[in-house]
């Protein structure tokens, strides 16, 4: 049987991606941003999106929600997000704006998991922060559980993924059950001085992204995120992965019913004349002075994919690398190849959306690596499915805010933003439920 695991603040999927490659089933997945849910619900049709915050979330309601009833709960994992300070004087625990901190380790407790994984910035680890981190340890001591110390910052270049990016990881078990280790490196740091031995070098860039057609050759990814075509180049092992050329490269979770064909989530950016030839004076590795854009080098790893910020805090957009060979930013597929997400997983259709949505992800393939280390301390013994599913309707890859509103029950409006709205989002869960009770029948 496959072990279970509850995603809290889940975004496009990245965590619950890895856990399921690992082996894990994700009957709920938490999420208050509804153009995220609707990534979420397409990507992963069989689990129950919760479209609402932590706060306020009891663990019976997820059970509920997920219709496990009081099965026992695995592993409970997330990235919530932490925004408050330590104050002389004062538990940084208790600041107000970490509040959904502590909602993870209340609900953790809630649902009894057997582990946890958290995950948050590497400036947790800094300075003072590292009291608000020694009272988080505390406080997942007092709830009854055991954190493996010591923590770990993990770079996700160590695992597989072309990209250097590191990020802190926690990972704990109730007191009684055995704590997980965290996963040794896989991979050394493309381009850069060997300094793991024995490990192979990852991906590069260039190995990552070459095979994709140049999203610039097609008028229609103008107005669109998507074409069919059958200029894919000859791809290296790691983009074959990524395009899911072997059994192999789904891993321990469910084949996707996709089209191999089409070239997704690349919509072009029009760029003007005058910044063509800024980005093409750049030279790889080096920072283009205007637009400060990253210009990848073919040989080495990306710079860390940022999110920028949401619409309720002023709609930034964090800038897009510059592709190693072309004078333009990459697209989001060439982000997602960067960030180790398969070629069937597919984002918003907007770039805005849907860089926000990969840069604020855990790389799948460090958190299949954290997963499989926790699958093997929880003693579980998982054999690869052997029923394809199908991807979720279209339509919720172009939801814009509003629509997705709408279609999770969720208000959004200014003065209600914050507020919660609980018989609507009850009601949607009860449609997901029966939703996805209907498929469970037909698909088995």
Same mark, same amino acid.
């Given at each position: ?7 809290l ?22 999420e208050?941003d ?14 129950t =999106? =919760? ?6 979330l009891t663990?019976n309601?997820?059970r509920?929600a ?6 026992v709960v695995?592993?409970?994992?997330? @990235? !919530?997000p ?10 940084a625990i ?18 009894g998991a057997?582990?946890f994984?958290?995950?948050n ?5 800094? @300075?003072?922060?590292r009291i608000?981190?020694?009272?988080l340890?505390e406080?997942f ?13 993990l ?16 990972? @704990? ?9 965290? &996963? ?9 001085t060997k300094?793991?031995?024995g490990?192979?070098?990852?991906? %590069?860039?260039?190995?990552? =992204?070459?095979?994709?057609?140049? !999203? ?10 998507a074409?069919?075509?059958a200029?894919?180049?000859?791809? /290296?092992?790691? !983009? ?5 050329? /072997?059994?192999?490269?789904?891993? #321990? ?7 191999p064909?089409? #070239?997704?989530?690349?919509?072009? %950016? ?5 910044s063509k ?14 637009s400060?854009?990253?210009?990848l080098?073919?040989?080495?790893v990306?710079?860390t994919?940022r ?10 957009? /964090?800038?897009?690398?510059?592709h ?7 697209t989001?597929?060439?982000m997602a ?5 398969p ?11 849907? !860089?926000?949505q990969?840069?604020?992800?855990v ?5 299949r690596?954290i ?13 690869? &499915?052997?029923k394809?599913?199908?991807?979720g309707e ?7 805010? /509003? ?12 003065s ?5 709205? @609980? ?5 949607q869960i009860?449609?997901e439920?029966?939703?996805?009770s ?7």
């Amino acid at each position: 049987m496959r072990p279970i695991g509850i995603d809290l603040f889940a975004g496009a999927g990245g965590l619950s991606l890895g856990f399921e490659q690992a082996g894990f089933d994700i009957p709920a997945a938490v999420e208050i941003d509804p153009v995220h849910c609707a990534i979420h619900k397409f990507n992963f049709p069989r689990t129950t =999106i =919760i479209p609402q915050s932590v706060q306020g979330l009891t663990g019976n309601e997820i059970r509920e929600a997920a219709g496990i009833g009081d099965q026992v709960v695995d592993c409970v994992f997330g @990235g !919530a997000p932490c925004q408050g300070f330590s104050l002389i004087g004062h538990r940084a625990i208790d600041d107000p704006r970490n509040g959904l901190v502590r909602d993870f380790v209340r609900i953790v407790e809630e649902l009894g998991a057997r582990t946890f994984v958290f995950e948050n910035v590497k400036g947790l680890t800094i @300075g003072q922060h590292r009291i608000f981190l020694k009272e988080l340890i505390e406080t997942f001591e007092k709830a009854g559980y055991c954190v493996q110390m010591p923590w770990h910052v993990l770079n996700a270049a160590h695992y597989g993924v072309p990209q250097n990016r590191q990020r802190l990881f926690l990972i @704990g078990a109730r007191d009684g059950e055995k704590i997980p280790e965290y &996963p040794e490196p896989l991979t050394n740091i493309a381009g850069r001085t060997k300094r793991l031995e024995g490990l192979p070098f990852g991906p %590069t860039t260039k190995q990552a =992204i070459s095979d994709l057609p140049d !999203a610039d050759k097609f008028g229609t990814l103008l107005t669109s995120d998507a074409v069919k075509t059958a200029a894919f180049g000859r791809p /290296s092992p790691y !983009a074959a992965e990524m395009r899911c050329q /072997s059994n192999d490269a789904w891993h #321990l979770g469910y084949v996707r019913d996709w089209n191999p064909a089409f #070239l997704t989530s690349s919509a072009r %950016t029009d760029h003007t004349e005058i910044s063509k030839r800024r980005f093409s004076e750049t030279h790889p590795g080096d920072v283009e002075p205007i637009s400060r854009f990253f210009r990848l080098p073919a040989d080495g790893v990306s710079n860390t994919l940022r999110a920028g910020t949401d619409s309720a805090r002023g709609a930034f957009t /964090s800038p897009r690398p510059i592709h190693y060979k072309h004078d333009r930013c990459v697209t989001v597929r060439e982000m997602a190849r960067l960030h180790g997400f398969p070629d069937w997983f597919r984002f918003n259709a907007t770039k805005w959306h849907g !860089a926000r949505q990969i840069g604020n992800a855990v790389p799948p393939p460090l958190a299949r690596a954290i997963a499989v280390a926790v699958r093997k301390a929880l003693g579980a013994h998982v054999k690869r &499915p052997a029923k394809m599913i199908e991807l979720g309707e279209p339509d919720l890859l172009t939801f814009d805010l /509003s629509r997705a509103s709408r279609h999770f029950g969720i208000d959004v409006s200014p003065s209600r933003r914050d507020r919660k709205s @609980g018989a609507k989002k009850r009601k949607q869960i009860d449609i997901e439920r029966e939703r996805l009770s209907a498929q469970k029948a037909v698909h088995g």
